[in-house]
């Protein structure tokens, strides 16, 4: 049994607190909502997320950060990756330097590219080594996940020992880790299927069809190695749980939030519109800006992901998009 904070209880904080209480560890949930937190400990319900589902007694919550780190062995960051850095900095005083850390947030940092496991060493640094850092990814949705629906993921760090901790501690029957040693890869693809999940959505909501969605799974697949790759990631990491699985779960899903959005724009609404009415983050719009410009600055050609900003940001029409991606030269299949 582990001492462990979960820093932030949205929907995916939440899940997986309930996962390592089910794996038997101590879980401390830090909530930026009183009402979150009051949930959690008097009803045990997550008033604002998920909240169909029953969480275990063993689960307390606070607001307070000083009653949340009292000197736990790991800390979780689920919170979303544009508030990283802040919320990081505001926690720093809390560790004692001992913990491992680990991000489930997926996402690359607009203007600095950095990915979240970059930044929580930036932030961290003089407290946390990058050798106590982790990261999980993959398939798993938080809707399924808290309700000990089969889920498969990734556990990987800048140390393969880290990687294993992080492993031995989120493992149960119906959360099945595995180990990856490729952190770069993982983030990567973690971050990138989520643009490839609005585009899904675009093609649904403007009912553009089957064929259309699974070349646009597929070459997305394609763009998300082509960048990972020339950043060091392994191709094989962009066939695993991390690359494709997680690209199937989020392009198809009705749980997705990032698939969520692109299908309303498909249908016609304004992206402000759209994110106004929800509650929950969708990175892949954030994370959309970061690529493309990164992508221009590693001069990597990521299409999907330059029709995906002017569709959200340039008011551009889905059916535009598909045209366009559709008449660019043509070329062979595989080109890294
Ligand atoms: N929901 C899911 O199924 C999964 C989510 N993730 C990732 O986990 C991360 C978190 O996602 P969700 O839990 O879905 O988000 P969410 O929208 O459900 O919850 C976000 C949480 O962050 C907190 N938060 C927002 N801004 C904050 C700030 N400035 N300071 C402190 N706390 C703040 C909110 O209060 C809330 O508790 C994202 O990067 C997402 O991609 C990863 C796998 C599955
Ligand atoms: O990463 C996820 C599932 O693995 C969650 O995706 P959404 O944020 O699109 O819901």
Redesign the pocket.
């Known amino acids: 049994m582990k001492k462990i904070t979960v820093?932030?209880?949205?929907?995916?904080?939440?899940?997986l607190s309930v996962v390592l209480a089910r794996a038997g560890n101590d879980v401390q949930l830090w909530?930026?909502?009183s009402e979150?937190a009051y949930g959690i400990n008097k009803r045990h319900r997550n008033p604002?997320?998920?909240s169909d589902v029953t969480l275990p007694d063993s689960i307390s919550c606070d607001t307070d950060p000083k009653k949340c780190f009292d000197d736990p062995e790991m800390v979780i960051f689920?919170?979303?990756?544009?508030?990283?850095r802040?919320?990081a900095s505001?926690i720093k005083t809390f560790l004692n330097g001992n913990e491992i850390v680990v991000s489930?947030?997926?996402?690359i940092e607009n203007k600095t590219f950095k990915t979240?496991s970059q930044v929580l060493a930036e932030v961290l640094e003089g407290k946390i080594m990058d050798d106590q850092i982790g990261v999980?990814?993959?398939p798993?949705?938080?809707?399924?996940?808290s309700k000990f629906k089969p889920t498969t993921v990734v556990a990987s760090s800048y140390s393969n020992h880290t990687a294993r901790v992080i492993q031995e501690t989120f493992l149960t029957p119906m959360f099945r880790v595995y180990l990856n040693y490729d952190i770069i890869g993982v983030e990567i693809g973690?971050a990138v299927k989520?643009i490839m999940a609005i585009a899904a959505g675009v093609i649904d909501g403007a009912a553009l069809g089957d064929n259309a969605k699974a070349a646009l799974m597929t070459r997305g697949l394609h763009e998300m190695k082509r960048l990972g790759m020339k950043l060091g990631g392994s191709q094989d990491t962009f066939s695993g749980l991390s690359g494709m699985g997680?690209l199937v779960v989020t392009c198809t899903s009705e749980?997705?939030?990032n698939r969520f959005v692109g299908y309303n724009i498909g249908r016609g609404k304004k992206l402000d519109d759209i994110i106004s009415q929800?509650?929950?983050?969708a990175?892949g719009v954030k994370t959309t800006r970061s690529v493309l410009e990164w992508s221009k600055q590693l001069n990597v050609e990521m299409p999907i992901t330059a029709a995906v900003y002017n569709v959200l940001f340039e008011d551009e029409d889905p059916k535009d998009m598909l045209y366009e991606l559709m008449t660019r030269n043509p070329k062979e299949e595989i080109i890294i």
């Open positions: 820093v932030g209880a949205g929907s995916f904080g939440t899940a909530a930026r909502e979150v604002a997320y998920i689920a919170t979303p990756s544009h508030v990283m802040e919320v505001n489930v947030a997926k996402g979240m999980i990814s993959g798993s949705h938080a809707e399924e996940v973690g989520n997680d749980h997705s939030r929800m509650n929950m983050v990175e």
